[in-house]
């Protein structure tokens, strides 16, 4: 599992060093590098947690993926089982409220598009989970429904936070006639782009 875990990061790493070249040719300043550096560390963190670990093993000729397709059903029974899907659901929706924040940064979501941005988000975390399950012959992970809204929530509430951040921002900057410089510049550009 180390090992698996340490390829994923060399992996990760490499690859970002080769997506900032590009960025780089194509002439990105300095602070969308900054952003898009965190952003991508968010979203390997993100995959280690969705994909990792997952068990390498023989595979089980009997196998039934472990799927539920009926939204707000938890199958709460016991207080134990209900404390746990308590935690589900907030982790879930943490998850993604980092997702829903920063990916303005680095790309133009228009605000009418956000929605649908957030069920893909969920949705691709389960796909995820349902090809390595299908590829090891193992439940794996329950892929559930409830996991894409509960991600697609976090998006929506991350993309809200965002929105509250750049009217506050705006609202001070020019408040106090504040000057913009170096990656307080592109915040503010960002902000902007949002408000129109």
């Not at 300095?30 to 093993?57: D, E, K, L, R």
């Not at 207080?79 to 308590?86: E, Q, V």
């Not at 949705?123 to 090891?136: G, R």
């Not at 609202?171 to 915040?187: E, G, K, P, S």
């Amino acid at each position: 599992m180390v090992f698996v875990t340490n390829t994923y990061l060399l992996s990760g790493v490499v690859v970002l060093a080769i997506t900032l070249i590009v960025l780089w040719r194509q002439q990105k300043g300095f602070a969308y590098f900054f952003f898009f550096s965190v952003f991508w560390i968010y979203m390997m963190s993100v995959i280690s947690v969705v994909a990792f670990p997952f068990p390498i093993g023989i595979p089980n000729p009997n196998f039934k993926p472990n799927i539920n397709l009926i939204p707000l059903n938890f199958g709460v029974g016991d207080c134990g089982f209900l404390i746990l899907c308590i935690r589900n659901i907030y982790e879930n929706i943490l998850l993604t409220i980092p997702f829903g924040f920063g990916i303005s940064f680095i790309a133009h979501i228009k605000p009418r598009n956000i929605f649908w941005l957030a069920f893909a988000v969920g949705f691709t975390f389960e796909l995820i989970q349902l090809i390595i399950s299908l590829a090891v012959r193992s439940p794996f992970r329950v892929v559930d429904i409830n996991d894409v809204i509960l991600n697609a929530a976090g998006v929506l509430l991350g993309y809200g936070l965002f929105k509250i951040f750049g009217a506050t921002y705006s609202f001070i900057t020019r408040l106090f006639t504040i000057q913009h410089r170096y990656v307080f510049a592109y915040v503010y550009e960002v902000v902007c782009q949002h408000e129109r």
